[in-house]
């Protein structure tokens, strides 16, 4: 059960890709086993948050969690319901998640048609042109997907 002040269903506004959503199904497998295995109750629920700051003026930041501590909306897109703090909705409008592989490991990537610049890890972007961001994450010391 979620707990929080505020949840509630809008239509998606945030698209979800396949592969994004097999990754979020299968770390919420992983989350729930270990919840289970834990005893520690409470539904396991993908959250997407902004950050402020970073390598830009905002860092996604992507977690399971079974509270919430603000008030949130829910998505569903591709079988995930995916809980956004409502205040940052206006921020994450048309927001695309998904998810690739490499040689070098998997990452969820982030596509956001309202950011003017993105960082070089594709974590953070900023709103304004103006502004500047890191082309180098491991520079600005933030973890890269």
Known sequence: MLRTAIYCRVPSMVEIRPAAAQELTRLLHRHSTQAANQATGGT???QLALEPGGCADWTYRLTVAADLDQPT???AHNGIDLVIPTAQLDLLKDLVIDYSEDLMGGGFRFINPLAQR????GNAFALSADRPVAQDCTAAHLPTP
């Open 118 to 121: 993105t960082c070089g890890c």
């Open 73 to 75: 909306t829910a998505v």
């Open 44 to 46: 396991p629920i993908v």
